[in-house]
Protein backbone atom coordinates (compact mmCIF):
# COMPACT_ATOMS: atom_id res chain seq x y z
CA UNK A 1 0.00 0.00 0.00
CA UNK A 2 3.00 2.38 1.08
CA UNK A 3 6.09 2.65 -1.16
CA UNK A 4 10.10 3.69 0.13
CA UNK A 5 8.91 6.98 -1.00
CA UNK A 6 5.89 7.03 0.83
CA UNK A 7 7.96 5.95 4.28
CA UNK A 8 11.03 8.45 3.27
CA UNK A 9 8.51 11.32 3.05
CA UNK A 10 6.78 10.52 6.25
CA UNK A 11 9.97 9.95 8.13
CA UNK A 12 10.52 13.34 7.88
CA UNK A 13 7.30 14.60 8.60
CA UNK A 14 8.17 12.90 12.24
CA UNK A 15 11.40 14.51 11.75
CA UNK A 16 9.51 17.80 11.39
CA UNK A 17 7.43 17.12 14.09
CA UNK A 18 9.76 16.42 17.03
CA UNK A 19 11.13 19.84 16.63
CA UNK A 20 7.73 20.60 18.25
CA UNK A 21 8.74 18.16 21.07
CA UNK A 22 8.91 20.84 24.22
CA UNK A 23 6.91 23.79 22.51
CA UNK A 24 3.75 22.31 21.26
CA UNK A 25 1.62 21.38 24.65
CA UNK A 26 -1.39 20.72 25.22
CA UNK A 27 -1.17 20.01 21.18
CA UNK A 28 0.16 17.43 19.76
CA UNK A 29 3.54 17.32 17.84
CA UNK A 30 2.78 17.60 14.17
CA UNK A 31 4.81 17.96 11.07
CA UNK A 32 4.11 17.88 7.07
CA UNK A 33 5.73 17.57 3.92
CA UNK A 34 4.09 18.42 0.25
CA UNK A 35 5.84 16.58 -2.41
CA UNK A 36 4.65 17.29 -6.38
CA UNK A 37 6.58 15.83 -9.06
CA UNK A 38 8.33 13.38 -7.18
CA UNK A 39 9.76 16.95 -5.40
CA UNK A 40 9.14 18.14 -1.84
CA UNK A 41 7.64 21.53 -2.47
CA UNK A 42 6.59 22.35 1.07
CA UNK A 43 7.24 21.41 5.02
CA UNK A 44 5.43 22.74 7.99
CA UNK A 45 5.19 22.06 11.76
CA UNK A 46 3.49 22.38 14.43
CA UNK A 47 5.52 25.10 16.35
CA UNK A 48 3.20 26.00 19.59
CA UNK A 49 -0.07 26.15 20.72
CA UNK A 50 -2.40 29.12 19.14
CA UNK A 51 0.60 29.38 16.03
CA UNK A 52 -0.58 27.72 12.97
CA UNK A 53 -0.81 23.91 12.55
CA UNK A 54 2.21 21.55 10.49
CA UNK A 55 -0.46 21.34 7.18
CA UNK A 56 -0.97 25.40 6.91
CA UNK A 57 2.88 26.23 7.20
CA UNK A 58 3.75 23.26 4.34
CA UNK A 59 0.72 24.75 2.23
CA UNK A 60 2.06 28.18 2.45
CA UNK A 61 5.80 26.88 1.85
CA UNK A 62 4.59 25.15 -1.11
CA UNK A 63 1.61 27.73 -2.52
CA UNK A 64 0.47 27.01 -6.27
CA UNK A 65 2.60 23.87 -5.99
CA UNK A 66 0.30 22.16 -4.09
CA UNK A 67 -2.24 21.41 -6.19
CA UNK A 68 -2.41 17.56 -7.64
CA UNK A 69 0.58 17.06 -4.42
CA UNK A 70 0.77 14.76 -1.85
CA UNK A 71 0.90 15.70 1.59
CA UNK A 72 2.65 13.49 4.38
CA UNK A 73 1.23 14.28 7.58
CA UNK A 74 2.03 12.90 10.89
CA UNK A 75 -1.84 13.01 12.73
CA UNK A 76 -4.82 13.17 10.84
CA UNK A 77 -5.80 16.91 9.67
CA UNK A 78 -8.25 18.73 12.13
CA UNK A 79 -11.92 18.86 10.60
CA UNK A 80 -12.85 21.63 14.00
CA UNK A 81 -12.70 24.96 14.29
CA UNK A 82 -9.98 26.05 17.55
CA UNK A 83 -7.67 28.42 17.73
CA UNK A 84 -7.25 28.26 14.19
CA UNK A 85 -9.40 27.13 11.38
CA UNK A 86 -9.62 23.12 10.23
CA UNK A 87 -6.54 21.74 8.56
CA UNK A 88 -8.66 19.49 6.37
CA UNK A 89 -10.35 22.39 4.68
CA UNK A 90 -7.07 24.06 3.85
CA UNK A 91 -6.25 20.71 2.39
CA UNK A 92 -9.20 20.60 0.51
CA UNK A 93 -8.81 24.10 -0.96
CA UNK A 94 -5.26 23.70 -1.91
CA UNK A 95 -5.88 21.43 -4.41
CA UNK A 96 -3.82 18.43 -3.06
CA UNK A 97 -4.37 14.65 -4.98
CA UNK A 98 -3.19 12.92 -1.72
CA UNK A 99 -3.17 12.77 1.63
CA UNK A 100 -1.34 10.36 3.91
CA UNK A 101 -1.62 10.38 7.83
CA UNK A 102 0.51 8.08 10.32
CA UNK A 103 -2.99 7.63 12.46
CA UNK A 104 -6.28 9.06 13.19
CA UNK A 105 -6.56 11.87 15.73
CA UNK A 106 -7.59 10.62 18.98
CA UNK A 107 -9.01 13.35 19.62
CA UNK A 108 -12.64 12.69 19.83
CA UNK A 109 -13.49 16.50 17.82
CA UNK A 110 -11.41 15.17 14.86
CA UNK A 111 -11.42 11.59 14.78
CA UNK A 112 -11.92 10.35 11.56
CA UNK A 113 -14.26 13.42 10.17
CA UNK A 114 -11.11 15.31 9.06
CA UNK A 115 -9.91 12.21 6.94
CA UNK A 116 -13.49 12.13 5.92
CA UNK A 117 -13.68 15.69 5.01
CA UNK A 118 -11.14 15.21 3.07
CA UNK A 119 -12.25 12.18 1.00
CA UNK A 120 -15.67 13.56 0.28
CA UNK A 121 -13.28 16.29 -1.93
CA UNK A 122 -11.99 13.20 -3.98
CA UNK A 123 -8.85 13.01 -2.54
CA UNK A 124 -6.98 10.48 -2.37
CA UNK A 125 -6.02 8.83 1.70
CA UNK A 126 -3.84 6.46 3.48
CA UNK A 127 -3.55 5.99 7.32
CA UNK A 128 -1.54 3.74 8.93
CA UNK A 129 2.29 4.87 7.51
CA UNK A 130 4.63 4.69 10.89
CA UNK A 131 1.79 4.68 12.89
CA UNK A 132 4.01 3.26 15.91
CA UNK A 133 6.32 6.42 15.81
CA UNK A 134 4.09 8.68 15.32
CA UNK A 135 2.04 7.28 18.83
CA UNK A 136 5.20 7.66 20.53
CA UNK A 137 5.84 10.81 19.54
CA UNK A 138 2.38 11.91 20.87
CA UNK A 139 1.51 9.43 23.71
CA UNK A 140 1.09 11.57 26.00
CA UNK A 141 -1.75 13.37 23.97
CA UNK A 142 -3.19 10.23 22.82
CA UNK A 143 -3.27 9.14 26.72
CA UNK A 144 -5.48 12.22 27.37
CA UNK A 145 -7.51 11.61 24.71
CA UNK A 146 -8.56 8.13 25.54
CA UNK A 147 -7.95 7.62 29.25
CA UNK A 148 -8.42 10.84 30.30
CA UNK A 149 -5.24 11.07 32.30
CA UNK A 150 -1.79 12.42 31.54
CA UNK A 151 1.34 9.61 30.69
CA UNK A 152 3.24 9.19 33.69
CA UNK A 153 6.98 8.93 33.21
CA UNK A 154 8.93 8.05 36.60
CA UNK A 155 12.55 8.79 36.57
CA UNK A 156 14.91 7.88 39.13
CA UNK A 157 18.61 8.27 39.39
CA UNK A 158 20.24 5.23 41.37
CA UNK A 159 23.11 3.58 42.54
CA UNK A 160 23.77 -0.39 41.47
CA UNK A 161 22.59 -1.50 44.05
CA UNK A 162 18.80 0.45 43.51
CA UNK A 163 19.55 3.21 46.24
CA UNK A 164 18.86 6.08 45.63
CA UNK A 165 19.97 8.70 48.51
CA UNK A 166 21.75 7.99 52.13
CA UNK A 167 19.94 6.99 55.11
CA UNK A 168 20.81 10.64 56.18
CA UNK A 169 18.45 11.49 53.31
CA UNK A 170 21.87 13.18 50.82
CA UNK A 171 21.69 12.33 47.11
CA UNK A 172 23.70 14.58 45.27
CA UNK A 173 25.08 13.17 43.07
CA UNK A 174 24.61 9.67 42.55
CA UNK A 175 24.61 9.86 38.96
CA UNK A 176 27.13 12.23 36.45
CA UNK A 177 26.74 15.54 34.75
CA UNK A 178 25.82 13.44 31.24
CA UNK A 179 22.64 11.43 33.14
CA UNK A 180 21.65 14.86 34.52
CA UNK A 181 21.73 16.52 31.12
CA UNK A 182 19.85 13.59 29.84
CA UNK A 183 17.39 13.79 32.29
CA UNK A 184 16.47 17.84 32.04
CA UNK A 185 15.09 16.35 28.48
CA UNK A 186 12.33 14.45 30.01
CA UNK A 187 11.55 17.54 31.98
CA UNK A 188 11.50 19.51 29.13
CA UNK A 189 9.32 17.26 27.14
CA UNK A 190 7.25 17.25 29.57
CA UNK A 191 3.61 19.36 30.56
CA UNK A 192 4.45 18.89 34.54
CA UNK A 193 7.16 17.75 36.94
CA UNK A 194 5.84 16.03 39.84
CA UNK A 195 7.49 15.43 43.32
CA UNK A 196 6.68 15.05 47.11
CA UNK A 197 6.88 17.07 50.00
CA UNK A 198 10.00 14.88 51.52
CA UNK A 199 12.08 15.63 48.21
CA UNK A 200 11.03 19.18 48.48
CA UNK A 201 11.99 19.08 52.24
CA UNK A 202 14.95 17.35 51.88
CA UNK A 203 16.71 18.07 48.64
CA UNK A 204 15.09 21.65 48.29
CA UNK A 205 15.18 21.32 44.34
CA UNK A 206 13.89 23.66 41.80
CA UNK A 207 12.72 20.96 39.58
CA UNK A 208 13.20 23.50 36.33
CA UNK A 209 14.91 22.65 32.76
CA UNK A 210 17.85 24.39 32.82
CA UNK A 211 20.30 22.13 30.51
CA UNK A 212 17.78 21.75 27.61
CA UNK A 213 16.90 24.90 25.60
CA UNK A 214 13.31 25.58 25.63
CA UNK A 215 11.03 28.79 25.63
CA UNK A 216 8.80 27.07 28.50
CA UNK A 217 9.20 25.41 31.84
CA UNK A 218 6.67 22.75 33.05
CA UNK A 219 4.01 23.32 35.52
CA UNK A 220 5.60 22.04 39.02
CA UNK A 221 3.32 20.16 41.08
CA UNK A 222 4.27 18.89 44.94
CA UNK A 223 2.35 16.29 46.48
CA UNK A 224 1.67 17.16 50.13
CA UNK A 225 -0.72 15.62 51.90
CA UNK A 226 -0.21 17.58 55.16
CA UNK A 227 0.90 21.07 53.34
CA UNK A 228 4.53 20.56 55.22
CA UNK A 229 6.41 22.29 52.10
CA UNK A 230 8.31 25.19 53.49
CA UNK A 231 7.15 28.75 52.41
CA UNK A 232 10.86 29.23 52.08
CA UNK A 233 11.59 25.93 49.24
CA UNK A 234 13.35 27.47 46.18
CA UNK A 235 10.70 25.67 43.77
CA UNK A 236 8.07 27.91 44.97
CA UNK A 237 10.05 30.57 43.77
CA UNK A 238 9.06 32.39 39.52
CA UNK A 239 4.99 30.87 39.62
CA UNK A 240 4.51 27.95 37.81
CA UNK A 241 3.18 25.79 41.00
CA UNK A 242 0.09 23.98 42.23
CA UNK A 243 0.10 22.07 45.55
CA UNK A 244 -2.18 19.20 45.98
CA UNK A 245 -3.42 18.52 49.69
CA UNK A 246 -5.36 16.49 51.58
CA UNK A 247 -6.33 18.28 54.25
CA UNK A 248 -7.59 22.20 54.52
CA UNK A 249 -4.80 24.49 56.62
CA UNK A 250 -6.18 27.79 55.82
CA UNK A 251 -3.43 29.90 57.26
CA UNK A 252 -0.67 27.74 55.43
CA UNK A 253 -3.20 28.04 52.37
CA UNK A 254 -3.06 31.81 52.59
CA UNK A 255 0.77 31.44 52.60
CA UNK A 256 1.00 29.56 50.05
CA UNK A 257 -1.63 31.89 47.80
CA UNK A 258 0.59 34.41 49.13
CA UNK A 259 3.62 33.32 46.76
CA UNK A 260 1.62 32.76 43.69
CA UNK A 261 1.15 28.93 44.24
CA UNK A 262 -2.60 27.23 43.62
CA UNK A 263 -3.29 24.75 46.26
CA UNK A 264 -6.05 22.07 46.02
CA UNK A 265 -7.52 19.72 48.16
CA UNK A 266 -8.14 16.54 47.75
CA UNK A 267 -8.01 13.96 50.15
CA UNK A 268 -8.49 10.20 49.86
CA UNK A 269 -10.55 7.47 52.58
CA UNK A 270 -6.65 7.58 54.03
CA UNK A 271 -5.27 11.56 54.36
CA UNK A 272 -3.29 11.03 51.38
CA UNK A 273 -3.81 12.82 48.07
CA UNK A 274 -5.84 11.28 45.34
CA UNK A 275 -3.73 10.59 42.59
CA UNK A 276 -5.73 8.97 40.50
CA UNK A 277 -7.95 12.19 40.70
CA UNK A 278 -5.32 14.53 40.67
CA UNK A 279 -3.97 13.28 37.16
CA UNK A 280 -7.56 13.43 35.89
CA UNK A 281 -7.27 17.18 36.96
CA UNK A 282 -4.50 17.75 35.35
CA UNK A 283 -5.64 16.40 32.25
CA UNK A 284 -8.35 18.60 32.28
CA UNK A 285 -5.88 21.46 32.43
CA UNK A 286 -4.47 20.09 29.24
CA UNK A 287 -1.52 18.19 30.82
CA UNK A 288 -0.10 15.55 28.02
CA UNK A 289 2.91 13.86 29.98
CA UNK A 290 4.02 13.95 33.76
CA UNK A 291 7.29 13.88 34.51
CA UNK A 292 8.22 12.40 38.46
CA UNK A 293 10.70 12.74 40.41
CA UNK A 294 10.62 12.16 43.99
CA UNK A 295 11.32 9.69 46.56
CA UNK A 296 10.48 6.27 47.75
CA UNK A 297 7.73 6.47 49.43
CA UNK A 298 5.76 8.33 47.08
CA UNK A 299 7.03 6.37 44.04
CA UNK A 300 6.10 3.58 45.54
CA UNK A 301 2.37 4.87 46.23
CA UNK A 302 1.91 5.84 42.20
CA UNK A 303 3.07 2.33 41.53
CA UNK A 304 0.52 0.62 43.89
CA UNK A 305 -2.60 2.75 42.30
CA UNK A 306 -1.08 2.08 39.10
CA UNK A 307 -0.66 5.65 37.98
CA UNK A 308 2.60 4.93 36.50
CA UNK A 309 2.90 4.43 32.71
CA UNK A 310 6.72 4.24 32.11
CA UNK A 311 10.40 3.93 33.85
CA UNK A 312 13.64 5.53 33.42
CA UNK A 313 16.30 4.54 35.80
CA UNK A 314 19.79 5.73 35.42
CA UNK A 315 22.20 3.08 37.37
CA UNK A 316 25.28 4.43 38.27
CA UNK A 317 28.27 2.07 38.82
CA UNK A 318 28.68 2.60 43.00
CA UNK A 319 27.15 0.25 45.79
CA UNK A 320 25.96 2.57 48.91
CA UNK A 321 24.56 -0.09 51.12
CA UNK A 322 21.85 -1.17 52.45
CA UNK A 323 20.94 0.83 54.71
CA UNK A 324 20.48 3.33 52.15
CA UNK A 325 16.67 4.68 50.46
CA UNK A 326 15.42 2.25 48.25
CA UNK A 327 14.17 3.58 44.57
CA UNK A 328 10.38 2.78 45.63
CA UNK A 329 8.84 2.03 49.01
CA UNK A 330 6.62 -0.98 48.12
CA UNK A 331 5.22 -3.86 50.15
CA UNK A 332 6.82 -6.95 50.72
CA UNK A 333 5.95 -10.19 48.39
CA UNK A 334 5.86 -13.38 49.57
CA UNK A 335 4.91 -14.97 46.26
CA UNK A 336 7.04 -13.87 42.63
CA UNK A 337 3.67 -14.74 41.26
CA UNK A 338 2.66 -11.25 42.96
CA UNK A 339 5.94 -9.48 41.24
CA UNK A 340 4.60 -6.80 38.33
CA UNK A 341 6.37 -7.50 34.93
CA UNK A 342 7.81 -4.84 33.17
CA UNK A 343 9.27 -4.72 29.32
CA UNK A 344 12.45 -3.09 28.44
CA UNK A 345 12.30 -0.66 26.11
CA UNK A 346 15.85 0.76 25.62
CA UNK A 347 19.21 0.62 27.11
CA UNK A 348 21.93 2.52 26.63
CA UNK A 349 25.06 4.30 28.41
CA UNK A 350 24.62 7.64 29.07
CA UNK A 351 28.11 8.43 30.33
CA UNK A 352 29.75 6.65 32.92
CA UNK A 353 26.01 5.49 34.14
CA UNK A 354 23.06 3.15 32.73
CA UNK A 355 19.85 4.15 31.25
CA UNK A 356 17.09 2.22 31.65
CA UNK A 357 13.70 2.54 29.96
CA UNK A 358 10.66 0.33 30.29
CA UNK A 359 6.93 0.19 30.87
CA UNK A 360 4.47 -2.28 32.27
CA UNK A 361 3.20 -5.20 29.90
Known amino acids: MFSADDHRHMARALELAERGLYTTTPNPRVGCVIVNGGQVVGEGWHEKAGLPHAEVNALAAAGSRSRGATVYVALE ?47 EIGVGLMEEQARELNIGFVSRMRRGRPWVRLKVAASLDGKTALNNGKSQWITGEAARRDGHHWRARACAILTGAGT ?12 VQTSRQPLRVVVDSKLEIPITAKLLEGGGVL ?3 AREDNS ?80 ELTEL ?14 GPDIRVMARFV
Open 200 to 211: VRDDDPRLTVRE
Open 252 to 331: KIAALRARGVEVIVMPNSAGKVELGELFQELARRGLNEVHVEAGSRLNGSLLQEGQVDELVVYLAPSLIGDAAHGMFHLP
Open 77 to 123: PCAHQGRTGPCAEALVKAGVARVVAAMRDPNPLVSGNGLEQVERAGI
Open 243 to 245: VAA
Open 337 to 350: AGRRQLRILDTRMI
